[in-house]
């Protein structure tokens, strides 16, 4: 592939979608840095459920799909809206 491919492709983007494109790009040039910076920050916390035992894991992993479906029961899915 080349960068002419990449151009050329863009250049077939609609003008209103120019903005998602260049949300992407951006994503990845920028982003991608800082995701690979915070991975260690993660890692911590790797393992920090191990003195849980399995029922009480379990209830907290249910808490938090409860708490999930809660938080976002009001929100309309991007794949639902139509430009």
Known sequence: MELTDVIEEIRLVPKNRLRDVYNFIHFFRLGLEKV???????????????????????????????????????????ENIID
């Open 36 to 78: 690979q910076d915070e991975s260690e920050d993660i890692m911590q916390f790797a393992g920090c459920w191990q003195d849980m035992t399995d029922e009480e894991f379990e209830d907290f992993s249910q808490e938090i799909t409860d708490r999930r479906r809660q938080a976002f029961s009001g929100r309309v899915p991007h």
